[in-house]
């Protein structure tokens, strides 16, 4: 089996010019893509802003967490606010680099997508880690193979990404999807508890 076969088998077949111009996603393929950060934070932010807050001050921290929630809301408005814009003004696609290019020339334009990249990094990074430790955790007889199960992971999320983002998006999707249903059953059931006391 050579190189381009191993390639072919594990990428898919690779797309012509012409068929990446109409890889397109729906909004429902397309939401879970975009907002991946947003429910990532979701899914591990209050235990590491606990984490960082019992550190200096203790448990009480478990009585303030709850203040550190406005200004995340306020930053989440803000990011939709200014995804809306960037929608609206480049409807064929604009990203960072580009929508920074037009507006305030190359040097912001080369840092703002620099930032980007670290941003990716660090996301990935802590989201796969806590995903891993959530694991350890519910099976402790995995604790020893916590760095393997990363690079497993990570190893999936690379390669899934270089699938194309009509696959990515589909596969990456139904979790992130099972994920808000969940977080919507635990809020129900929440909600119940406290009413019937």
Not at 17 to 27: A, G, P
Not at 118 to 144: K, R
Not at 171 to 179: A, C
């Amino acid at each position: 089996m050579n190189f381009s076969r191993i390639k072919s088998f594990l990428l898919g077949r690779a797309l012509s010019d012409d068929q990446i111009s109409h890889e397109k996603l729906s909004v429902f393929w397309g939401l879970p893509i975009m907002s991946s950060d947003a429910i990532s934070s979701v899914a591990y932010g209050v235990e590491e802003i606990l984490l960082a807050l019992i550190l200096p001050i203790g448990m009480l921290a478990v009585n303030i967490v709850w203040k550190v929630g406005p200004p995340i809301l306020i930053l989440l408005l803000l990011l939709v606010f200014s995804f809306t814009q960037i929608i609206n003004h480049y409807p064929n696609g604009g990203g960072s680099y580009i929508v920074t290019k037009e507006n305030f020339g190359r040097r912001p334009a080369l840092l703002a997508a620099s930032c980007l990249v670290v941003d990716y990094i660090m996301t990935v990074a802590v989201s796969v880690s806590s995903s891993t430790a959530a694991i350890a955790a519910m099976f402790p007889v995995l604790e020893p193979y916590k760095v393997l199960i990363s690079l497993v992971c990570l190893s999936l999320i690379t390669l899934m990404n270089l699938r194309g983002i009509s696959e990515s998006s589909k596969v990456f999707g139904m979790p992130t999807y099972l994920f808000i249903l969940s977080m919507v059953i635990t809020i129900i059931a929440g909600l119940i508890k406290v009413k019937s006391g």
